[in-house]
């Protein structure tokens, strides 16, 4: 045993509950092949105690056969129980190994490092609590290593170790572990990961695995047991928002009913006000039931019954929420999706979606983008393979009760089943908040809604002010001069008494558009809101010269469409990149080089230049003032301003 308890001898039972009582912490290891994870669990179950004398002999006699440790015992087999795993040497399956210590219990899943079993990794990430990324010392960072970070982050696995593995083939350098170091802390700074942890170590000498390394006395951190056992992870439940789905209505005579689930958030007493949804039907809880009775309280991952001192309706698939934090109803929603089947994707096909113990039909109405997981760049993309991920819409035949996955992982995710074989094709971890998509600029308002108009006349205007209203929307990379020029342009409009204003797309996020983050989404959605926003003042006559970096194509016709072609200019500024670099007053050049942003159109995300602008100006071959007076002169042309 890992630890000792003179318990087990004087008093079974009371061992057994002190260990009952003990915290889980649910882990993965990943990286990429080779890098040594299941020698990693191996030696981990070895130096806490916990392999079994005849085990270890009988490791020891395959180590012969199918071993690569020499005369020593090759602990990845404690895990590679497979066959075929043991004759390649690679882990095919996610498996599963369960131990304890003093401290806590735990669940390791040794998840496989190869690109094509990507699918089984996300699996066996998406109940983990922390993540362990092997990388060998001898190669660094690598494309499975990213692709790795990136599906802990996607899953919501808030704390990671990163384990630089086989230093005593690098001679137990310290220089290379501050290089790989760098080289990986750009990377999770681009991802938002936060909780990372960088750590020296030798799965295969067990050096910094459970016992400090003798060979490094330049690292003065934790072993990666202490991190394990003192990692603190009450933090990451959601303990607001109560949430049980039903998965039984316990009915077993005349006088009791009960509705039986797993509390996916939150906490919950009797007396406290809930709701059933979608229904949307209120009540108070009369008792909360656990397996020993009555309790005063129950939160997650308790499995308890309810019971309502109203008579009122749920069935399984609802789910008990308190009545005053409601989740969102909808049968369209947006989701990162894993795609996990040979059989690509089908957009427009119908499907099973199951989302906890609620199934239902739903198709996967379009692909928004795909992400390439190795650069974080994000496409256009008609189909969906094996592994691959991407921000979908989704809509089912029934409204689902959601949450965020950022917010909570029990209600936030789901899996789509292909209906004739009843296979998991892929799993979705659903995005609502600051939910946004190129499809809003087809939305259609509610059938209800109507524009008003105006008691004024765009002539009666024009009359009145001496000029016409236009948008002119001056798109071009991150300091290419978009607001410096819409300025310098406002100043000169107005000296000729001519009403303009600036919508720059910074201010607009400060604002109206905070809850925007930098997708190429999110960055649609902030040029939509704003082209509203500029609809609204061209209406009263205004002249609104809109400054956005408005990377896509799409989203600029868009836009002309939303304000009118007769009255829309884009202006295209198109100095070099390196110019931008040089100019920008904000710093998000240098942010993206130190890591700490990831979303720069024309560097990690794409820039699509426009074909034809009524207008492209290089801004390193001019100055802002003659670069507005091109604007002043075809404003003149278009005959929006008079000489």
């Known amino acids: 045993m890992s630890h000792q308890s003179d318990l087990i001898e004087s008093d079974i039972i009371a061992y057994l509950k002190q260990h009952e009582q003990k915290e889980l912490l649910r882990l993965l290891t990943c990286g990429s092949v080779d890098d040594g994870k299941s020698t990693l669990i191996g030696r981990l179950l070895h130096d806490s105690k916990m392999v079994y004398e005849d085990q ?290 089908s957009p427009g096909r119908e499907y099973l979606i199951k989302h906890g113990p609620h199934r239902t039909y739903g198709t996967v109405d379009r692909i928004i983008n795909r992400v390439d997981v190795n650069t974080l760049d994000e496409h256009d993309a008609s189909r969906l393979e094996l592994n691959e991920i991407a921000r979908v819409a989704v809509r089912t035949s029934a409204p689902m009760v959601l949450d965020d996955y950022e917010n909570n992982r029990g209600t936030g995710a789901f899996v789509i089943i292909d209906r004739l074989t009843n296979v998991t094709v892929g799993a979705g971890m659903i995005r609502l908040t600051g939910q946004t998509a190129s499809a809003h600029w087809e939305t259609e308002p509610g059938a209800i809604l109507a524009h008003q108009g105006s008691s004024v006349s765009a002539e009666e205007r024009r009359a009145r002010f001496g000029h016409g209203a236009a948008t002119v929307l001056f798109t071009g990379l991150t300091g290419s001069g978009k607001t410096t020029i819409a300025l310098e342009l406002e100043r000169r409009l107005f000296e000729r008494n001519v009403h303009a204003a600036v919508l720059d797309g910074q201010a607009m996020r400060m604002g109206l558009n905070r809850d925007l983050g930098f997708s190429a989404a999110e960055r649609s959605e902030n040029l939509r809101r704003s082209m509203e926003l500029a609809r609204l003042m061209n209406g009263v006559g205004t002249i609104c010269l809109a400054a956005f970096v408005a990377p896509e194509d799409r989203s600029r016709q868009a836009a002309q469409e939303l304000i009118g072609s007769d009255r829309f200019i884009l202006v295209h500024l198109d100095p070099p990149l390196e110019v931008c670099r040089d100019r920008d007053g904000s710093g998000l050049y240098e942010k993206q080089e130190s890591g700490e942003h990831a979303s720069i159109p024309g560097v990690t995300q794409p820039y699509e230049s426009p074909e034809t602008p009524d207008l492209r100006i290089d801004t390193s071959l001019m100055s802002s003032s003659d670069a507005a007076e091109l604007v002043v002169n075809l404003l003149k042309e278009r005959q929006f301003i008079q000489d």
């Open 56 to 345: 270890l002999e009988a490791v020891t006699r395959d180590s012969v056969k199918s071993g690569t440790t020499g005369e020593q015992p090759d602990l990845s087999l404690l895990v590679d129980g497979l066959k075929s795993e043991r004759e390649q040497g690679i882990t095919i399956d996610v498996a599963y190994r369960y131990f304890s210590t003093s401290k806590r219990k735990f669940i390791i899943a040794d998840c496989p490092g190869h690109e094509q079993y990507t699918r089984n990794m996300a699996t066996g990430a998406s109940t983990c609590d922390l993540a362990v990324i092997l990388i060998d010392a001898r190669h660094g960072v690598q494309v499975q290593t990213r692709r790795h970070s990136y599906i802990v982050r996607l899953l919501g696995i808030k704390h990671v170790v990163v384990a630089i593995n086989k230093m005593d083939i690098v001679d137990w350098s310290e220089e290379r572990f501050e290089q790989i170091r760098s080289d990986y802390a750009n990377f999770a700074a681009k991802l938002g990961l936060e909780d990372v942890r960088f750590l020296p170590m030798s799965a295969l000498l067990g050096d910094n695995v459970v016992d400090p390394s003798e060979h490094m006395p330049w690292y003065k951190g934790p072993t990666l047991m202490h991190v394990l056992e003192n990692v603190h992870i009450g933090g990451d439940r959601n303990l607001r928002d109560f949430r049980l789905p039903v998965q039984w209505v316990n009915r077993p005579n005349l006088n009791f009913r009960g509705f039986a689930g797993q509390v996916a958030s939150g906490t919950i007493r009797p007396g406290e006000a809930i709701q059933v949804m979608p229904s949307g039907k209120t009540t108070t809880i009369k008792e909360v039931l656990g397996p020993d009775g009555p309790l005063e309280e129950a939160f997650t991952p308790m499995s308890v019954t309810l019971t309502f001192n109203d008579e009122i309706d749920a069935s399984r698939g609802d789910t008990i929420v308190h009545a005053e934090s409601s989740p969102t109803t909808t049968n369209e929603f947006e989701a990162m999706l894993v795609w996990m089947h040979e059989e690509e994707l």
